[in-house]
Nanobody, 124 residues
Framework: EVQLVESGGGVVQAGRSLRLSCAAS????????IGWFRQAPGKEREAVAC????????KYADSAKGRFTISTNNAKNTVYLQIHSLNVEDTAIYYC?????????????????WGQGTQVTVSS
């Protein structure tokens, strides 16, 4: 069973950076995609970025290009999301999720395993 545990959220001042972590376990092969999504209060869940378990390739939502960086530490089975120049619009619950078919498509319907989320609150 795939398990994902996010950490690293908190209250951060606007303009600062933050790194979120997603500890992943339970994969039976490397043919998966791990993605980061976020959901702000009153808004729909939004894709941020994803990374391939096969070759480490990455993909970003258009809205995430430039300030978000997804990366992996395979030795620690951890996927990171670095957010630069935080602003109040980044306030949301951030989730990592796994697509066990490795589609590299940022549609949340394709991701069937989800973590519990980590809250990021940006103060002005």
């Amino acid at each position: 069973e795939v398990q994902l545990v996010e950490s690293g959220g908190g209250v951060v001042q606007a303009g600062r950076s933050l790194r979120l972590s997603c500890a992943a376990s339970g994969f039976t092969s490397n043919e998966y995609t791990i993605g980061w999504f976020r959901q702000a209060p009153g808004k729909e869940r939004e894709a941020v970025a994803c990374v391939s378990g096969i070759d480490g390739s990455t993909k970003y939502a258009d809205s995430a290009k430039g300030r978000f960086t997804i990366s992996t530490n395979n030795a620690k089975n951890t996927v990171y999301l670095q957010i630069h120049s935080l602003n109040v619009e980044d306030t949301a619950i951030y989730y990592c999720a796994a697509d066990e078919f490795g589609s590299m498509l940022l549609y949340h319907e394709l991701f069937h395993s989800w973590g519990q989320g980590t809250q990021v609150t940006v103060s002005s």
